[in-house]
């Protein structure tokens, strides 16, 4: 046969390979045709950019008295400002002891301008209706004044919504706040309504250059409880505990 039948062929590949490696070969195949007797030119250097960025313009101030702040509440500066829909931010007298905080407004209640309608809304009333109270002895207040297209309030404008909604609460100065869900809950008390509720808690809010401190509890949405019945009973607790102590 006059051959080496006996030949390792990996050993044979890699060490060709190893050749043309050290030969500067580093690709088999390129994308495009290189002229590989061309003079290589060395492309000037990339004129650097700056890598600063400008800082976000910080947001206005908020308005410091109450009028001018539902006045300006209810306009094109606030972070929903420009959507569809009619403003429904915050419904009752402003000198109530109780502040109830909601997320956002219903399905149902563009059509019907006011916040909780539909089920939501009578298993509301009758929760107020339980504890003695009623829409008309109740500040109502939606943490975003119009609906979102999603249902729920998008994170980038949450944290504005947030601080609005505490200077709202402080302008307002009630005894008492209950948080219905959890971005209320963490609007307040920096936890959702699964770690926040079973209790009354203070919260320290700023007035202009005045410390406001306000009682709050979680609880549960209604919308939640129509779909979980079964934690209405922990909800009463919630609503014992809120109004334990409030008319002394």
């Known amino acids: 046969m006059g051959a080496d039948q006996n030949l390792d062929w990996h050993a044979v590949a ?26 290589i030119v060395t492309p000037p250097p990339a004129t650097r950019r700056s890598t600063a960025v400008a800082e976000a ?19 094109e500066a606030a972070p929903e400002g420009t959507w569809p829909g009619a403003y429904l931010t915050s419904q009752g007298p402003t000198d ?11 399905r149902e209640d563009g059509e019907s301008g006011q ?26 207040v939606a943490l975003c004044g119009k609906r979102p297209l999603a249902g729920r309030i998008a994170p980038e404008i949450e944290e504005r919504l947030i601080e609005i909604a505490r200077h709202h609460i402080a302008l307002v100065a009630p005894k008492r706040v209950l948080l219905l869900g959890n971005a209320p809950s ?19 809010l700023i007035k202009g250059t005045e410390k406001v401190t306000v009682e709050a509890i979680a609880s549960f949405h209604p919308r939640f409880l129509l779909e979980r019945p079964a934690q209405k009973a922990e909800a009463w607790r919630d609503l014992q505990l809120l109004i334990e102590g409030l008319d002394t």
Do not use: C, K, Y
């Not at 313009?57 to 306009?75: I, V």
């Not at 209706?129 to 500040?139: Q, V």
């Not at 963490?186 to 320290?204: F, K, Q, T, Y």
């Open 186 to 204: 963490r609007a307040l008390l920096a936890a959702d309504v699964a770690r926040a509720r079973g209790s009354l808690r203070g919260v320290n």
């Open 14 to 39: 890699a060490s060709a390979i190893d050749w043309w490696i050290d030969a500067g070969v580093d690709a088999s195949v390129d994308e495009t045709p290189r002229d590989w007797l061309a003079a």
């Open 57 to 75: 313009a910080p947001e206005p101030a908020l308005p410091a008295t109450l009028d001018a702040f539902l006045a300006w509440r209810q306009g």
């Open 96 to 106: 109530a002891p109780l502040l109830v905080l909601l997320d956002v407004p219903e």
């Open 115 to 140: 916040l909780l309608s539909g089920a939501a809304g009578r298993l509301f009333d009758r929760m107020l209706a339980a504890i003695g109270h009623s829409r008309a002895s109740i500040h109502l």
